[in-house]
Structure formats: structure tokens, C-alpha cells
């Protein structure tokens, strides 16, 4: 009987391919199949990162996953992405499945993670977050002594999003994209539009750094995080 | 002239050397000059999880600091440290600090960075925190869609705490040491003792993991983390 292989998930980080770990690098450099989310049919924020470490003669498996604010096709995708990568751990042959950031910090790893964690081996390589690429980028301390930090995704209402401001000392709003002009306003409301900060694509090429208050648009790109010293 | 050093904050992850980044790696086998805390006098946690990537003829400068209740001390030693690192910078010379986890999350790296970021060129390599290596360790997926995720250090006082805990999806609360019945007290009149656990040196050779419900004693190291899910 064949002993089934590992799903290993494993963070790329920010965007800086220097920014993945020497595990993960080790892990993709020696893979035999690589997978990886592409969503809405464009290319893979996570492969494009991983490329440069990409050995040429893995198999790779991209899911094609649907982002629409229903779930259902989503989930459709992550049930055939797990089972096509189920197939190759039953074959015996370990599947290295590329995350952005940190499998498990907001990321669609999770969804694959569950359908399989059941029935194969699975280790969890952790890596570094926007969040901390924020900073670093900003070269702003996130947090120090007995700061309280919050991690606020954009998608929270107005409400909650100025109770939560209210009670910590930085917070990172994240998923920004089309939420821009409602978290602007509670900042405003807040007085901390000066304390805050918008990073676009942290650490990638088409990195973009802007004070909030410089900003006219409505919308900012999905993968924009503000960084709020409260 | 001579063209000034950079000082290079290098996060080096929570404990596992492959933890490291590849641009941590790059820069630290290339380093002449090596910096790090040391606390108490013990030895560096930064400098053993980096070991073995260590250049055999590096110099390198340790900072003795005196972790105590009163803050002057450790200033003091701040001082003397940055001091003794610009001299490295003016002379040309680049210097690589090393730092556990992050350097800007809760980390004594922005110390010395306050001190002479103004002088001298300084550029942080982000690291993968603490908190994304208990999540990997548990295999428990740390926060996901609308989740709001907060880091709250066990200094908080109860109410602090059992406030900041109603309104979350998870919560890491850090460094736990001589706070854990106050910590395990909260828990436990919210009813969420049974969703935390705490892990101690997330990813280093002596890691524990334990139910909090399970744990008798009145204290846990310092470099514990508990990891709740609401």
C-alpha cells in the first residue's frame, strides 16, 4: 500500500520574493506538484511571487476560484481543487500549495486545509504578513509594551469600525478596495485621518504608499491595508 | 568621506532558523557587524534561532539589557547600544541587527531604531511573528473573511481584557508569564476557557502546547502565547 503524501501550505509572504522563508524555499525548490489559487480566472498573486523559486518541471495545480460575494461558486472550486489535490496524495507524492502572506491569516489555504486535514498529513509553513511588511515599508513600529493592535477588515460597518478604532493604540484595516470612502469617513469622524496610512501591494513592484488624506478616490485596490496609529 | 553604514532590522522569526526569511539569510551571511539584546544578560534569543547562518568572523555587539518594572536601565542600555552601533555606521561599516519574530511587532529592535534612524540609513526586513507560527502549530486557521483578530498583551487588566475579548473572532494574547491566572480568570467568566490554548516558544526545540483548561500552574513563560478563538 502506498503511504499518502503531505499538503504542505505554505506562505510566500507580502510580495518581495526575498520574503519567503528558506523553509518554503526549500519546500518549492524540491516539489514535485505545486498548487495554487488564481482567482476569477486571472493569474496567481502567489505563484508570481513564488516564480522566481519555482523549480521548471513541477506539475502545478491552479484552482480557479470565482470571488463573488455569494459563496457557493467559491466553495464548488475549493471541493475540485481538494480533490484534485486529494488524488495526488493518495498517489503518495506531496503537493506544495502556495499561499500569499500566511495560510492562515485571511487566507483561502484555510478552505482547501479543511476538506483535507481529515484524511492526509498536513503541515502549515507560516509566513510573513502584509501587515508586517506594512511596517517595515512605513519603517513605523506596529506596536510595542502594551499596545493593543487590531486587525479590521474593511468590510465592517461604520459602527463598529469607530468602536473598535476607539480602543487600541494601531490598528490595520484591511481588504480596503471599494470600502475606501466609508473607512475614511469614521477616521475623519475619529480625528485620525492624519494618523493613518495606505499601503498598496506591500513589498510587490507596483508597491503604493499614501496618506490618507491625500487620497481623492473612492475606491483603493483590494489588496490595500491602512495602517492607523490611534 | 566615507559614505555612511546601513543598520539592517532583521526579523529572524519565532524560533525556527528555516523560519527565517531568504532576504534575512542573504543579509546576515554577508554581515560584518552583527547586533542583538541580549535580556538580563542571558543569552540573545535572536542570536541562537539565527546560529546557524552566523558568518564565523562577523563582530558583533550585544546589548545587556536589564528588563525590569522601571524603564531606565533598559534606556540606558539603549543608549550605550546605538552609540556603540553608530560608531559601526559612521565608519562605513553596515550593521545587521537581529530580532526575534518581527522587528516592529512588540520588538526592542524600535528602540534602538528611535535612536538612530535619524542619522543614519536604516531598512526593516519584516519576520514571521509569533502569532502566525501558533497558528500554523495548532493547524488552526487564525482569522478569515470579516474576522476581526486582536493581539492583547496579558499586562491588560481584567475588564480590558473581558471588553476587548466580546468583540472578536480571535484573539492572541502575548506574552503571558506571571499573568496567566488573571488571563485564565477572564477566560473563564466568559466561558471561552475551552477555545484557548497557550503555546510556549512556538516553533524552538522545548515548544509546549496546552489546553488552558488543562494548565494547573499559577504562571507560564514569558514568551507565551494564548491563542483564542471566540
Redesign the interface.
Known sequence: MTTPGTLYGV?V??G????????A??LLATAKVIAYLAANGSDSTARSIAAPFLPDDAQEISIDVPMRTEREPAQAAYDLGAAEIATHLARGHDVVMLCEG??????SF?YV??RL?GSFD?V??????SV??C??EL???????????????A??DADRLR??LL??QTAAIIKVGRHFQKVKQVLSALDLITHATAITKATQQDQAIQPVEAIASDSLPYFTTIIVKV
Open positions: 506562505g509572504g507580502p518581495d520574493p526575498e520574503l519567503m522563508t528558506v523553509k524555499w526549500r500566511d495560510p492562515f491569516f485571511y487566507g484555510m486545509f479543511e486535514a498536513c502549515v509553513v507560516p509566513g510573513v504578513t508586517a511588511a511596517a517595515a519603517r513605523q513600529p506596529l506596536c510595542r509594551r502594551d499596545d493593543v493592535l487590531k486587525v479590521l477588515p468590510t465592517l468602536d473598535e480602543t487600541c
